[in-house]
């Protein structure tokens, strides 16, 4: 099962509002991360987490806030987002460095955002 | 310098065709590289990955040169499935290995 998943597909929201973003893959990896990809352009990445510790955090802004609660899941949670926010969020996973040197990642479909 | 460039076409070919897309590559301490396919509105999936003595998987070869820090993936016999955008990716090592460097891809549209 090389399957990540991802929940909502579709999100609208207000600039005051909060919610959050879920991810889930069952394939054993140890390596979870956050892309945002806006029209046209390569996916950015946001954040990294090995071993449900976070390891990269890419300059990100507070108001989005990663959680790693287990080996299997991963939130990002959002909080009084602008309107240039709105983007396809990506999860993806990886078995983690030490395992694989290639470190090949796969993603999920993702969740279109947007921020009214 | 860009880390990872592609020439991002349109490439439009006929059904049949074969097409070829290269990407270079700025850091030479790069280890591990991959050809992802995106189709409009998705994620981006895994083609290949590039091993340094070259693979093929069915009508996909991708070629690995490091000494000219290129990458190159062959399509023969294009089907309209193909058409879509590849992406070269390229995991440079640093960031304790987890960090994938993406090209700005290259779109490809294969036409009956």
């Known amino acids: 099962d090389t399957e990540v998943t991802q929940t909502p597909k579709h999100l609208v929201m207000g600039m005051t509002n909060k919610k959050s973003l879920k991810c889930e893959q069952h394939m054993g990896h140890r390596a979870m991360y956050w892309y945002k990809q806006k029209a046209k352009k390569p996916p950015e990445l946001m954040f990294v987490?090995?071993?449900?510790?976070?390891?990269i955090n890419e300059s990100v802004p507070s108001r989005f806030s990663p959680e790693c609660p287990n080996s299997s899941l991963l939130n990002l949670h959002l909080h009084a987002l602008q309107p240039e926010d709105s983007a396809l969020y990506l999860c993806a996973s990886s078995q983690d460095q030490a395992r694989s040197s290639y470190n090949e990642q796969f993603f999920g479909p993702g969740t279109r955002l947007t921020v009214l | 310098r860009k880390e990872v460039e592609q020439d991002p076409g349109p490439f439009n070919v006929p059904e049949g065709a074969t097409v070829a897309f290269n990407c270079t590559y700025s850091n030479s301490a790069s280890q591990s590289f991959f050809w992802y396919r995106q189709d409009c509105r998705k994620e981006p999936k895994l083609l290949m990955s590039v091993y340094s003595s070259g693979n093929e998987d069915g009508r996909f070869t991708a070629q690995l040169n490091r000494a000219s820090q290129y990458i190159s993936l062959l399509i023969r016999d294009s089907k309209l499935s193909d058409s879509a955008t590849y992406l070269c990716v390229v995991n440079t090592g640093s960031n304790s290995g987890y960090a994938l460097n993406f090209g700005k891809g290259t779109s490809l549209l294969v036409t009956p």
């Open positions: 987490y090995s071993y449900e510790k976070l390891s």
